[in-house]
């Protein structure tokens, strides 16, 4: 694009015909306006080469800021892949203390049971030695221990 803008100025500016006499009528208005017509074409190229060179910038920053974002994008999905992994061994973790705790009830309920349950054994023994008296149940062991 700027080199055919450049070819069209360039076009506008070279002379058709031999340039006039400065003798002529035309002459001195004629080379002034010549002259007019070669600075603003020199400022129009300076434009379009300034133009051209803001392009290029603008292109390279956004390939640069495209390359960023795409480093990026990798580092947000390897830190949620972290994230996914620390919450999952944080869940593992709790699980696996919530599973502690339940045995160590179930080991207390046991040891409960078993402390109560052998008094109750122990008691309803006592209850059955009452009710039948010493003798029948213990009849092969001597009175005086039974009765101790």
């Known amino acids: 694009m700027g080199m055919a803008l450049e ?9 058709s015909s031999p340039p006039a006499a400065f003798g002529s009528p035309e002459g001195a208005g004629g080379l002034l ?26 292109r390279s920053d956004r390939e640069r800021m495209n390359e960023e974002k795409e480093e990026l994008k990798k580092q947000v999905e390897k830190l949620q892949a972290q994230v996914t992994l620390s919450n999952a061994q944080i869940k593992a973790f709790k699980d696996e203390e919530k599973a502690k705790e339940a045995l160590k009830q179930q080991k207390r309920k046991a040891k409960v049971r078993l402390e109560g349950g052998s008094s109750t054994a122990s008691s309803s023994f006592f209850r059955e030695l009452q009710s039948h008296g010493r003798d029948s149940v213990c009849s092969d062991v001597p009175h005086s221990v039974a009765s101790d």
């Open 7 to 15: 070819e069209a100025l360039s076009l506008q500016t070279s002379p």
């Open 33 to 58: 306006r010549k002259q007019e017509l070669v600075t603003q074409n020199e400022l129009l190229k300076q434009q379009v080469k300034i133009f051209e060179e803001d392009f290029q910038r603008e």
